[in-house]
């Protein structure tokens, strides 16, 4: 009968402290993760900014430039919008491939020239820099 009593007691208390382990980690979880990063899309003038991972699209005329920026407004992976005649500066949501998604507007964008991405840490690995940038943070500018 006292195993019946301890095993009465002893199975919620099991239930209640996995409960309570579940939630802690959920809690540090919410604390450790980033904050979401702002998003607007509405074409700024880059001057004053410095990018370190970015996707730029150059364009023939500011005119083609001009057409290409409202595009952006709607894209899930476009974070800040830079324009700068004649071409496109854009930060992405946090977790995009800047690789895939130029090879994407270099599709999508028929007037563009040129689609390059702008990765200061990619390049200062592959140059294998003695004295590299600072590492760039996940906004995408210095």
Not at 23 to 49: K, M, S, Y
Not at 71 to 92: E, G, N, Q, T
Not at 105 to 115: P, Y
Request: glycine letters at 4%; charged letters at 20%.
């Amino acid at each position: 009968m006292a195993e019946k009593s301890l095993a009465r007691v002893l199975v919620p208390v099991i239930v209640l402290a996995l409960a309570a382990g579940a939630g802690l980690a959920f809690f540090i979880a919410a604390l450790v993760r980033p904050p979401e990063l702002p998003v607007d899309t509405n074409p700024a003038p880059l001057a004053g900014h410095t990018l370190c991972a970015a996707v730029v699209v150059t364009f023939a005329s500011d005119q083609d430039m001009r057409a290409a920026a409202g595009s952006f407004h709607d894209d899930p992976k476009a974070r800040r919008v830079f324009v700068d005649p004649p071409s496109i500066s854009l930060l992405a949501v946090p977790g995009t491939d800047l690789k895939a998604w130029a090879q994407e507007l270099h599709v999508r964008l028929r007037t563009a020239e040129r689609v390059t991405v702008l990765d200061s840490d990619a390049t200062a690995a592959q140059l294998k820099l003695t004295a590299p940038p600072p590492k760039c943070p996940r906004e995408g500018e210095y």
